[in-house]
């Protein structure tokens, strides 16, 4: 079977899955089933259909399985989306459908990707512009503490979302051009491999960025992940631990430091080891995720009968459930099992992400590909461990479920340039495979 | 670079195993943990959305009900209890923050509709809320409205109707009472107070001296064992010197020769305290235990709120056969024997029964939402203590109580009643104040003694006077209650 086809019959279970999640927050809400479920459905077939078609036109060898398996998440978050609010649902999904035309546009307009390389300046500036944002006065928004928006006009949306991607591509190209400067010039100083200092000062820069965003933008969950993508690059692109052991003990005492300095980072490191003094206050959102946790059990409480609010009041029971805390939600609702089904998803977009970037044959595909798939999975690890209480909890979403739009649109870009990678690379395997 | 990129996915799959371990913690291993956290109100909330069962009497009175508030996502159950303090005992109350007492918890799986894991799954996948059941208790309200008011006119205390046959438990009243729906406005009020202890169901948790309505027990070890015939005459003197001290009997009067009959009808105390000795620790401590004593009594309440009768040390331990005892002081119902009211009645049950005890159980039967009943009550025996023949011997002797003893008062126009009193001395009692007066007044017996309808218990602390004057009409009034409703 072609890969197209094998992504189009991927599809279908994935629709159905969405169908019958509806079908059961129907039941749930009005005890009865509804043709509804069926419409949505459809709907759901119809626009991944109509993606699917593109791709079989504008990209016949990428990867099969990576748009089946982030519809999936979709349609997870999706429904889970719905059952909290059906008016966010409806915004979901039309940036779903936004998300997509954008999609098709980076594939459109990107198709010789290797434009990125020449612009890696431009677009490193681009990304740094896109963080510091929402400190600009006018435009910046402060939500939780954390200044996570922007907004321009009717126009709001969260800047590290993208300025992530930017990051990747900036990266990829720069240690594209200097693996090897890195890896020759390294000398070995009281037994420890360090990076020569004349490349060293990106890697400041980086570690510059992440020390920004932790102390200005006070975003702890996008500087951890920028810096940990960044580690995953640098050690694809020289093989050199000791390069992220350094870089891994920079950004701890950086951390160390402020954490110790800067009140918001302190109090979110002080909740995530000892959450009960603050049970009422700052402790109130990872114990309730925990509670919710509790009360999920093996095979969960079904969909739409976890307690979102307290009942007669508008105060939260669990708190940004759409956002921060939707794998809370999930565990409650679907219960141990439906957790490890999105996780194993999340892994299995993180090994085809690998796949493709081992089948590039330039290194600057390969370490794009490494890259977006690291930043990609990394922030999944970020939020889920951040409501599991593995690390301090951040206001990362979780990609393809939460509700949000630059999420969204951010994470259906990347997939676009993944895609992109995968395409050229398996048709440069194909190709070498009818030559021999 | 392949070699690091498989190595960084190694890495991933990895924290990703971290994350299922920490989400199968958190939901699994440690979930019952988390559950029962103080900041934790989700499992209590949850409970809220459910429409808990209606808790009904005999006659279909509500008793409790649940009550919806608020619309769509904030709908909530919330109890109401229509006749307030008259069930206040021992139907108890259950509210989210305050949780929940007595008859309320011990039945809480049946009112909430937990029935079984497997049935709860049918419902959910037929989309049906869990519902809970409602549950028919025996309490029978007009009884219950008698027992309330008659102790609340005589002073702190409790009584306790019991069905010999049945077990069923027909009143249950403790002085003083609380309103249940008051429990979430005054709920530290009403468990601090010391004194009153409104919320302490005295007929279950009150641990009273039971004075010589314990002579029953020790009457009925005597004749079973066949220590005595009821014609067996003691020489009973005015008094008896017992361990250094003398055991006085009422004005000092003696009874030489004296039958179970006489014995029981004059309360003497130098009679029985020779029979406790004749019987020994071994055979009297062998009938307590048979009529229930040293055993929680197996009524339908959660076990921590009914309490034990015998025999206590001052450490508050109860003692064995194999203890030092005041073998005469315990036979009179001296000594430091304490008992609940609710075992007071059992044994006068018992008797009533022809000499079976049957389990006391509050409730009737449970009724399914769609209003079939799924369980009823199948009465069973606790224990047998005494033969239908010394029953028969005992009740002789409690008729001439009432007839032309110490229990006149208890007597019911055109019944006969069989009873006993006891008033036993407490002076200096903190609970009544300290006064040196204060006595505990008690009545056991059942109506009609031919063929028992009713047996009862009632007590009333701190009061100056005897078991005649203030229990032995409570017991009628109630008696005859249930009596003349039948």
Redesign the interface.
Known sequence: MSARNRELMALVPVALLLTAGFAAVF??EN?QLDNLSLIYGAYFFAVCLATHFYLRVRLPNADPYLFPLVALLMAFGLVMVYRIDAGLARDQANWFVLALVLFAATIHFLRDYDVLERYRYTIAGVGLLLLMAPRLPGIGQQVNGAYLGVKLGPLAFQPAEFSKICLVVFLASYLREHREVLIVGARRVLGVTLPPLKHFGPMLVVWGASMFMLVFIRDLGSSLMFFAAFL?LL???T?RLSFVVIGMAMFFAGAWFFAATVPHVHDRVEVWLNP?PH??TSGYQI??S?????????FGK?FA?S?I?????DNA?LPAAQTDTIYSLI?NEL??FG??AV?LT??LI??RG?KI??LADD?FS??LA?GLT?VF??QA?VI??GV???IPLTGVTLPFISYGGSSIVANFVLLALLLLVSDRARREAVHSRTVT | ?????????GL??V??A???G???Y???F???A??E?N?????L??Q??IQRGRILAADGTVIARSVA??HG????YVRRYPRGRLYGHPIGYSFVQFGDSEFERFHNDELVGNESEFNSILD?LR?RDQQGNDIVTNLDPAAQATALADLEAAGYGAVVAIEPKSGRVMAMASNPPYDPNRVPYEFSKLSTNEIETPLLNRATQGQYPPGSTFKVVTAAAGLESGTITPETPIDAPGSLEVEGTPLENDFGESFPGATLDTALTNSVNTWFGQLGQRLGEDTLFEYMEKFGFNSTPAIDLPSGEVYKSGVFNEEGELLGANDPVDLARVAIGQERLAVTPLQMAEVAAAVANKGKLMKPQIWSRVVDPDGRVTKRLDPSQYSQPISAKTAEELTTAMEGVVAEGTGTNAAIPGVRVAGKTGTAETPGNKACGGGEEENQAWFIGFAPADDPKIAIAATVECTEEFGNDVAAPIFRDVAETILNGE
């Open positions: 039941a749930q005890a995953a050690y694809v692109a093989g009960y049970a009422q114990l309730q925990i509670f919710a946790q509790a009360d999920g059990g093996l079904g009968e307690l609010t307290i009942p007669g009041t029971l565990v219960g141990l957790a490890c996780i999340y892994l993180t090994a690998f970037a081992l290194g390969k370490l490494t690291a999975a990394i690890f889920i461990g599991t209480r593995v | 670079m392949n070699r690091q990129i498989i190595k960084l996915f991933l799959v924290l990703f971290v994350l299922v920490f989400t199968s958190w939901s699994v440690d979930a019952s988390l559950r956290k900041a934790n109100k989700r499992p909330l949850e809220q959305q508030k608020g996502s904030g709908k909530r959910q989309g």
